[in-house]
């Protein structure tokens, strides 16, 4: 058996707010909540599911999502439409840029409970396979 990653949780002020946040941003679909879950599938089967906590419990966390070209692209505009400040790096230095890290394109982003989303086009490491 392989082993995959499945799900993780992450911490939010409103889980539906930073589900359908991210799902938006991403394109995705958010599920059906299950008991404090607020879901949202990854097209790797991979499920964020998001769960409301106290503010002060929140510690941030860095979620990177490998897209296409195309999926970057219609981000992109979701992020740029919805006025949502954006970085080339992750430590907000480059403001209203995107990178060109390994050939591909990549920003960074805040969620609703100041998680640092980033989307990529090429992964950083590359296998010779």
Not at 104 to 120: K, N, V
Request: net charge negative; glycine share 8%.
């Amino acid at each position: 058996m392989s082993i995959e990653l499945n799900h993780t949780i992450v911490h939010s002020c409103d889980n539906r707010e930073s589900a359908e946040f991210l799902a938006h941003i991403l394109g995705l679909e958010v599920g059906t909540e299950w008991g404090p879950f607020v879901p949202v599938d990854t097209t790797n089967k991979v499920t964020l599911d998001f769960v409301t906590v106290p503010a002060e419990s929140i510690v941030t966390q860095h979620y990177a999502f490998l897209v296409s070209d195309e999926e970057f692209d219609a981000a992109f505009a979701r992020i740029q439409a919805a006025g949502i400040t954006y970085f080339a790096d992750p430590h907000g230095k480059q403001p209203g840029e995107i990178n060109r890290h390994h050939g591909g394109r990549g920003l960074y982003f805040m969620d609703p409970a100041g998680h640092g989303m980033e989307i990529i086009t090429r992964p950083y490491t590359f296998s010779e396979e």
